[in-house]
């Protein structure tokens, strides 16, 4: 029987209540398909750990991390420890730390998901943004100068490497090819004169590798716009870190909410693990009342599926979370409805059938 070994980092506010929805799926998936099991070690890591310990992670943590097949995240940040702390010394250092350089978020209307736009159909909201994730705008450096004084100056640095751009894009290029889908890139060239023509440049370029592959290119605000108007022009999308941040919130909220969708930090040499989470926070204005929607960490649960080569358990999963929204007994506040983080999870992992494998 394979393991899968899984690093479960739980973190803070909601990310463990509905992490531990994700694992019961995981869990009733292994039980039903019989040729591998899941195991799962704790790692109490996040804010808590912090008031505590001084420190987010371990000194080593990343060491200790190395080991695992997957990382299963719930959320980081929790008001008490300022935000640039935690989410440095934590998620976006697992994130730089394991060159997980691409960060595929998956938005697309699942059936029976509350769409907040008029006259739309299933098949127009189904995109995959992928999200450079390891440098540009999140590059960390900067400098504060004349700290506290009048003429106080600060600076914060985007870093666009040739290898960073390049890979990134590359990615999306494949990927449109093997989906035989469209691909869009959404920069912001007119106002950013070094970062973004670079990045135009660079999209043109590999894309002459690709004449097959029809491409589109948006500046960034124009894509919100289009985004909420005509989100059918999207299809696979590429996107430097901070626009693939506040678009994917963006692109969450057309496609059911923030407490649906999910994303995987993807470390496409396989050197070091690849990190899956959902792309929602800590909600603290929820945490603790047991009404979080647990879907968003159950359909990064499906990614993992996919990820470990089980394609037909990660398509049942998303069929069980449509199963239930289609239902519309069982779901939680954000979703109109009046049922539990558990109660969500419960009725999902009892949707999942075993099925003829081919
Ligand atoms: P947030 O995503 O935590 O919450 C925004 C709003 O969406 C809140 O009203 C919240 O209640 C709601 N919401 C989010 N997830 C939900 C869910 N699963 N079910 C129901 N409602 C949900 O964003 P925020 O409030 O801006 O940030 C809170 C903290 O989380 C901050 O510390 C922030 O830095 C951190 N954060 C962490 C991650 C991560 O770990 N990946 C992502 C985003 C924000
Ligand atoms: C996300 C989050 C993080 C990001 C924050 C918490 C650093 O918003 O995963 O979308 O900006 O990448
Ligand atoms: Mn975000």
């Avoid at 914060?156 to 590359?170: A, P």
């Avoid at 909600?283 to 080569?309: C, E, H, M, R």
């Amino acid at each position: 029987k394979k393991t899968y070994k899984i690093a479960v980092i739980a973190g803070d506010g909601i990310g463990p209540e509905v992490l531990t929805e994700g694992i019961k799926v995981l869990n009733r998936v292994a039980e039903l398909d019989g040729s591998f099991e899941f195991e799962f070690t704790h790692f109490p890591w996040g804010c808590e750990y912090y008031l505590s310990n001084g420190k987010m992670m371990d000194d080593d943590g990343l060491e200790q991390l190395k080991a695992f097949d997957a990382i299963y995240l719930g959320a980081v940040g929790f008001p008490g420890v300022p935000d640039h702390i935690s989410l440095w010394d934590l998620l976006l250092k697992i994130r730089k730390g394991f060159d997980q350089y691409v960060n595929i978020r998956p938005i697309k209307l699942l059936e029976g998901a509350p769409c907040p736009l008029k006259d739309i159909s299933r098949d127009q909201i189904d995109m995959l943004v992928i999200r450079e994730n390891s440098e540009g705008e999140y590059a960390g450096a900067g400098d504060w100068l004349f700290k506290g004084q009048p003429h106080e100056v600060v600076l914060q640095t985007g870093v666009f490497s040739r290898n960073g751009v390049e890979r990134i894009i590359r990615y999306a290029y494949e990927e449109a090819r093997k989906q035989g889908k469209s691909l869009t890139s959404i920069s912001k060239g007119n106002a950013l004169n070094y970062s973004m023509v670079f990045w135009d440049q660079v999209f043109d370029e590999v894309g002459r590798e690709y004449p097959d592959v029809k491409t589109h290119s948006y500046l960034v605000d124009a894509a919100a716009m289009f985004f909420v108007k005509q989100p059918w022009r999207f299809e696979i999308v590429v996107t430097s870190n901070l626009f693939g941040d506040i678009i994917t919130d963006l692109g969450a909220a057309i496609a059911g909410g923030l407490g649906l969708a999910a994303g995987a930090n993807i470390n496409p040499t396989r050197e070091f693990p690849s990190m899956f989470e959902p792309i929602h926070g800590s909600a603290p204005d929820i945490a603790g009342k047991g009404i979080a929607n647990p879907l968003a960490t159950i359909w990064s649960a499906s990614q993992i599926l996919d990820f470990f080569g089980h394609d037909d358990w990660g398509k049942e999963v998303l069929n069980s979370i449509e199963k239930v929204m289609l239902e519309g007994e069982v779901l939680t506040p954000d979703m109109g409805g009046q049922s539990s983080t558990q109660e969500v999870g419960q009725a999902v992992t009892g949707k999942l059938n075993i099925f003829l494998k081919k």
